[in-house]
């Protein structure tokens, strides 16, 4: 099954963010995607008010998601370039290694408290050779 996230789930998980990035042409078109239903209607559940318009929630989120990517750099482009592929699932485990760096960086909750991605990079670098158990 095609995953899907409301608005009210997105935590910043790795598979959310691999979701959002995916989803963020319509995001940025102010669109939150449909959930994938059998039924094939469109628009069950949308009479509700809200205080808000509802383009707002969608373009916030690719802000979010854009602002993280962009200070990510060339690993964010990256990583992009390898999501963008919809024709099947994509998962951690295949993206390449500084995809990977980037998505973990994008993917915290507390992104706004993070360290600039260089110094974050560098730092988990540190450690990763520090106690890698290779000898």
């Known amino acids: 099954m095609e995953s899907w996230f409301s608005p009210r789930d997105i935590t910043f998980t ?8 995916q989803q963020l042409e319509l995001l940025s078109n102010g669109i939150w995607p449909s959930e994938p239903l059998d039924t094939h209607y469109t628009d069950i559940g949308r009479s509700s008010l809200k205080d808000h318009a509802y383009f707002e929630t ?30 099947h699932p994509v998962f951690y485990q295949d993206l390449q290694p500084e995809s990977k760096k980037a ?8 992104f706004r408290k993070r360290a600039p991605y260089w110094q974050w ?5 540190y450690y990763s050779r520090k106690y890698s158990t290779k000898k």
Request: charged content about 30%; some cysteine; glycine content about 4%.
């Open 121 to 125: 990079k560098k730092q988990r670098d």
């Open 103 to 110: 998505l973990n960086y994008v993917s915290i909750f507390d």
């Open 14 to 21: 790795r598979d959310q963010v691999i979701w959002l990035i």
């Open 58 to 87: 969608p373009c916030s989120f690719s802000a979010e998601i854009t602002y993280r990517l962009q200070r990510t750099g060339i690993d964010g482009k990256l990583l992009i370039a390898e999501l963008m592929d919809k024709w």
